[in-house]
């Protein structure tokens, strides 16, 4: 057995030195939105009819006074509808003088922002016409399609990415639902209170729920005075809540505050009047209910692999069910009670608990690793010529199938991870060396689970292999970066980030990830384990297929 030298240390200081790829953005440099805000130049004495308008993409990077500035690149009067929607794009466009009186901007359409601030990944080609006038001696844009175009930069200095928290449907747990906001907006604390009332996206919305009583509004603003105190001034329904339902309430609105740097205490009030409950004061620390943490590492410590055909372990004790078990991809739900596994060359599915024995629970032709959501029941796609099933085998009763969009019924799906709160389900969509990585959400009503608003967030062209969740609304997988090379990267649940890790000590090329919060970052390759630590990826023994927890 490997030593137990390799126990698995927490994460932090984990280094991410690789690049950014264009379109999916590096974190914010800290939660509190307190970066400087660069403003665009205005239009330029004798630019060019070209020149004019890539000042005005530039431009449209700041929206204070609904575009004042990108406003000035266009003769007063002109029309400019904003849309409903904004179209993020690869650096740099190219904008060519395509005629006397017109102007030709080309880039790569990398994704799609709401009005909600909800991201998408949107691959494609943009193509749009400005026409140009003189006018006063200078260019100025005459006629133009309407929406607000940013590139990738622009938004790095626009935007910033923040989460509104909601509960998953067992209400133990907070889910993170993540948006897109100006740092610079005045009442981000206000902007930030309103979507929380306002509910989850609807693609969301079947998989999580809320404490916040139907038809909950805000009274005015939420203030924040100069010690740091956020008054959040509720309605009447505020009051109807019991003391287990305030408790959620409130550590969904202390959740979503705490990540600006200004806040860090909240009163709660409804109509005017201090909320308050048995355990629950009306003036609370932003770090206030930790019981709800969205990204708590696994309960079961130690990370499991396998290695000559039998399952090890990193940390801690092996399952007595494993032992002098030929298997392969070894799993155990969050609180290691339950395990799982591989059996005859991948066709057949066996469970039990971590006592033993193992039982059969699936027999398939083409069998993915197993994947354990936080009540313990596990999920494997089994794939054939016919299309693919997602199957879910709960610990009794018969394994139940997993309504699917049709699109993806037909998929190969290489591997399943399920988010810790059991809310997102990651899927590696084969075929081998072709594969993208999707995210969807999963509803589970009673006898009849469905996964609902699968998205892809890492195309095919990318080559995914493995994935796991690293935190709430992060995951980790491996893609293709080269000829017989391949980089490890951390992704959010939306895809509008995607950080390329170090690669000092790191194998060539890499297939196998596992993650976990307050873990080190695990990969397998040749037959070897890395750990990512400080000084980049160290091997830590023989083995293959290594998994945490739940």
């Known amino acids: 057995m490997v030593a137990a030298a390799l ?30 805000q660069v403003l665009p130049p205005n239009p330029q004495n004798g630019a060019t009819p070209a020149e004019l308008v890539s000042g005005f993409l530039s431009a449209m990077g700041d929206s204070a006074g609904g575009y004042s ?16 929607s904004m179209t993020t794009y690869a650096e740099p466009p190219r904008v060519t003088r395509s005629g006397p009186h017109t102007v030709t901007m080309t880039a790569s359409r990398v994704g799609v922002i709401s009005p ?28 133009l399609a309407g929406g607000v175009l940013l590139s990738t930069d622009e938004v790095v200095r626009s935007l910033q990415p923040v989460s509104i928290y909601f509960l998953d449907r067992t209400e133990d747990r907070l889910v993170p639902e993540p948006i897109l906001v100006s740092p610079q907006q005045p ?69 979503t505050l705490r990540q600006l740097s200004s806040v860090s205490r909240v009163r709660l009030l409804a109509n005017n009047t201090p909320l308050t409950s048995r355990g629950i004061a009306a003036v609370q620390d932003v770090n206030a209910w930790p019981q709800f943490n969205p990204d708590a590492p696994p309960a079961s410590p130690g990370a499991l692999f396998t290695r000559g055909g039998t399952a090890e372990v990193l ?27 591989l059996r005859d060359h991948g066709r057949q599915l ?44 709960a610990a009794t009763g018969a394994p139940r199938a997993v309504a ?51 998205t892809t967030i890492i195309p095919a062209g990318n080559a995914v292999a493995g994935v796991a969740w690293l935190g709430a609304n992060q995951v980790v997988t491996t893609e293709r970066a080269g000829p017989g090379q391949r980089v490890v990267v951390e992704a959010s649940c939306d895809g509008y980030q995607v950080t390329s890790l170090t690669t000092a000590g790191a194998p060539p090329a890499p297939t196998q ?16 384990i890395w750990a990512l630590t400080g000084n980049g990826w160290v091997r830590r023994g023989t083995g293959r297929s290594p998994s945490y927890a739940g």
């Not at 940390?315 to 596994?341: N, T």
């Not at 398939?364 to 016919?386: C, E, K, Q």
């Open 404 to 454: 699917l969009p049709r699109w993806l019924s037909g998929r190969q799906v290489d591997q399943v991870a399920i988010s810790r709160d059991g809310v997102r389900v990651a899927l590696v969509l084969g075929p081998v060396r072709h594969a993208a990585l999707a995210i969807g959400t999963i509803a589970s009503q009673p006898g009849h689970p469905v996964l609902r608003d699968v």
């Open 315 to 341: 940390g801690a004790v092996l399952p007595r069910a494993f032992q002098h078990q030929s298997i392969s991809f070894p799993a155990r739900s969050h609180d290691g009670a339950i395990v799982a596994a």
């Open 69 to 84: 500035v990108a406003r000035e690149f266009l003769v007063p009067g002109t029309k400019w509808d904003l849309g409903t």
């Open 187 to 255: 009442g981000l604390a206000t902007t930030l209170v309103n979507d929380l009332l306002a509910g989850p996206d609807p693609g969301l919305a079947p998989a999580v729920t809320t404490a916040v009583p139907q038809g909950t509004t805000l009274g005015g603003t939420v203030p924040v005075d100069g010690s740091g105190v956020a008054e959040v001034n509720l309605s009447g329904q505020a009051r109807e809540l019991d003391p287990s339902q305030l408790m959620r309430l409130s550590a969904q609105i202390t959740w």
């Open 350 to 393: 066996v469970e039990g608990t971590a006592a033993g024995p193992l039982r059969v629970r699936l027999t398939g032709s083409s069998l993915s690793p197993p994947a354990f959501d936080p009540t313990g029941d596990v999920f494997v796609a089994m794939s054939s010529a016919t299309g693919t099933r997602l199957m879910e085998v």
């Open 513 to 528: 990830v596992a993650a976990a919060p307050g873990q080190r970052i695990l990969i397998s390759a040749a037959g070897g």
């Open 7 to 36: 126990l698995l240390a927490g994460c932090a200081g984990i280094p991410q030195s690789g690049p950014v790829r264009l379109g999916h953005l590096p974190p914010a440099p800290n939660n509190g939105f307190d970066g400087v």
């Open 116 to 143: 909600g601030g909800r991201y998408q990944v949107s691959p494609g080609v943009i193509h749009r016409r400005f026409d140009v006038v003189r006018t006063g001696g200078q260019w100025r844009i005459s006629r």
